[in-house]
């Protein structure tokens, strides 16, 4: 099997798919085996999404707002009373604003809502696709998600600005995502993958977005013969450069609801409750140092 570890194993380049007529396309078995170990997978951005509005609204949406109506800035401030996560501060150099997918339409620009959408639906694709490559039986999807096709489980935005002025902070602490998938779109290199016991800044592959397999399927396939890992990650310290903005990145999540389980396959196929996805999130958060969110 063709290995993906290049330029003298100082960085890693991962496999790379596509969603095409609503299927998630591999170049090959290999390539789908090598992302279901790595976690993460480049995913081609399709002709008809322009990303160009997520990226200017994460170079905006901290900045003060110039009126009641301004939903480019002003998110620092807002409180967005109907969100359970909303914006944080965090203890790195990454400040963001999470919201989920029913309430992007009430608090976002237009512009900005019709890229998320149409990012959804490639982030359902592609979540669908991984059950595909996995085998997880069609019957059991909604069951585990939440209802992710009805857009019943938890989807949310994430918006990222990296204040790269503050220093002596990761840009964003190494962690795995909590739920299925994430993709994630940016505008400058610095993602980098824990392998085999060594951190791996990973190649930019233009034109693509990257994807991250997290908790919930690691959980979920642990101990079927096809298991997906649940990618360990990072930004490391970013340093200000002259003339050059700060790093933006913004994704699309997808897991399991709160008030629900994280689900397992034991080793005959059974599927059975493992956690409440809320309590694995809060030992999880204390575990990396952070308080979870109050409202949830």
């Not at 800035?73 to 604003?97: A, F, I, T």
């Not at 979920?220 to 970013?238: D, F, G, I, W």
């Not at 809060?282 to 969110?293: D, M, N, Q, R, T």
Request: glycine letters at 8%.
């Amino acid at each position: 099997m063709t290995t993906h570890v290049v330029e003298e194993e100082t960085h890693l380049t991962l496999p790379a798919a596509a969603v095409e007529a609503g299927r998630l396309r591999f170049a090959s078995a290999g390539d789908a085996d090598q992302a279901l170990r790595l976690g993460a997978f480049n995913l081609a951005v399709p002709e008809d999404l322009d990303v160009t509005a997520g990226l200017a609204f994460c170079r905006s949406f901290y900045k003060p707002a110039t009126d009641d109506h301004d939903r480019h800035h002003g998110h620092r401030e807002h409180g967005h009373p109907d969100s359970k996560l909303g914006y944080e501060d965090r203890p790195d150099q990454v400040e963001q604003l999470q919201l989920e997918s029913f309430l992007w339409q009430r608090y976002l620009p237009g512009e900005v809502t019709a890229t998320l959408r149409r990012m959804r639906e490639l982030t359902l694709d592609t979540l669908y696709g991984v059950f595909d490559a996995i085998g997880i039986p069609e019957e059991d999807r909604e069951l585990v998600t939440g209802g992710a096709r009805e857009d019943k489980g938890l989807c949310y935005t994430t918006v990222n600005h990296y204040r790269a002025g503050l220093s002596d902070r990761a840009g964003i602490v190494e962690h795995s995502d909590s739920g299925f998938i994430t993709t994630i779109c940016t505008d400058q290199p610095g993602y980098e993958i824990l392998h085999e016991g060594r951190w791996l800044p990973v190649r930019e592959r233009a034109g693509h977005f990257t994807v991250n397999l997290g908790d919930a399927f690691r959980v979920l396939t642990r101990k079927l013969p096809r298991p997906a890992t649940a990618v360990y990650h990072r930004v490391p310290e970013l340093r200000p450069d002259a003339g050059a903005p700060d790093r933006s990145s913004f994704t699309i999540y997808m897991g399991p609801r709160y008030d629900m389980s994280l689900y397992q396959y034991d080793t005959e196929g059974e599927l059975r409750e493992f956690q409440g996805f809320r309590e694995f999130s809060v030992e999880k958060a204390g575990k990396l140092g952070y308080e979870f969110h109050s409202r949830i």
